[in-house]
């Protein structure tokens, strides 16, 4: 029987799960990533969670496959780690360093693309073959799910959907473009606009829980209902999200579009006017291929889950 190892490498922590055949977890774990002392720092420790969680769920070494996701930009094919600014690393055999650790092969991608694999293969889009994870985090990334394979793009550098442009000339970006998906709908640009809402407006409501300085991606949904500023950061950015999720139903045509991330936790109050919008904005109308919008399912699991679905040699 094979069993699957999937790890989430994050800029603080690894996160290390076990999973049999099935999917079962049997085993969940996680450390410090350590990378600021090197790839080669972290490649040990990530090996001895590997160990430790083997250990743990009592599984032999050479009954497992690993999988990784990784941020940054990934080189799956040959299991190099191009550039990552999270670990600080460029150019790291990252693949080739954990397999002379550990003894087994190691597949690797970017960690979105591992969160959207995760959901696909045992979270919301577990049903369908054709689905999309969007996150709404720091910044706003996801992955492709085409035809139950992960979609990388060329030399696997695509998929980065939160660097297309929803607002010609409009807010710069992280990435040094203007009117990014990233710039308008990340949970970033939702505080910042509902503090610049806060600033203008004194007398809002939202001032009687929140400074400017405390107000985050909750807060102008907590006050949705009962103030006018609340309603329209949330309504601002309920519309940019739609544009954009609009443009990748228009152009991937999945049948589900799940959306994870801090700001995904607002559940229906989030994906009901969006679904309300996206159908207007659906080529064709919802008759033919409607497109499910959804709240992701296993959270902050998510990576690992993936992870360890990459190195399973199935279709989803």
Request: proline letters at 2%; one cysteine or more.
């Amino acid at each position: 029987m094979e069993y699957y190892v999937g790890i989430d490498i994050g800029g603080m922590t690894v996160k290390g799960i076990v999973l049999d055949s099935k999917g079962t977890a049997l085993c969940e774990d996680s450390a410090v990533t350590g990378s600021e002392r090197g790839g080669d720092f972290m490649c040990d420790i990530i090996a001895e969670l590997v160990n430790s969680m083997l250990s743990k769920c009592g599984v032999k070494k050479e009954d497992i496959l690993i999988g990784v996701g990784c941020p940054g930009v990934i080189d799956s094919e040959h299991g190099v780690l191009v550039f990552s600014g999270n670990l600080s690393l460029r150019d790291y055999p990252l693949a080739a360093k954990l397999e002379e650790r550990i003894g087994v092969p190691v597949k690797i991608t970017n960690d979105a693309n591992a969160a959207a694999l995760g959901e696909a293969k045992f979270g919301a889009g577990k049903d369908y073959k054709n689905s999309i994870l969007v996150t709404l985090g720091t910044g706003v990334g996801g992955g492709i799910i085409i035809d139950g394979k992960l979609f990388e793009g060329y030399k696997s550098a695509g998929a980065e959907i939160g660097h297309m442009v929803i607002e010609r000339h409009g807010d710069v970006c992280t990435c040094g473009r203007r009117g990014c998906f990233e710039a308008y709908c990340s949970a970033t640009a939702l505080v910042r606009r509902t503090r610049r809402q806060m600033e203008d407006n004194p007398r809002s409501a939202m001032w009687t829980k929140y400074t400017s300085e405390t107000a985050n991606g909750k807060t102008a949904f907590d006050f949705y209902h009962d103030d006018i500023d609340a309603k329209e950061v949330v309504d601002w950015y309920i519309k940019y999200l739609a544009c954009g999720i609009a443009n990748l139903a228009n152009i991937f045509r999945p049948e589900i579009i799940m959306i994870g991330g801090g700001v995904s936790e607002q559940g229906d109050n989030l994906t009901v006017p969006l679904q309300t919008y996206v159908d207007k904005e659906l080529f064709g109308g919802t008759q033919y291929a409607p497109v499910k919008i959804v709240k992701a399912s296993l959270g902050s699991k998510a990576g690992a889950y993936g992870a360890a679905a990459l190195a399973m040699k199935v279709d989803l």
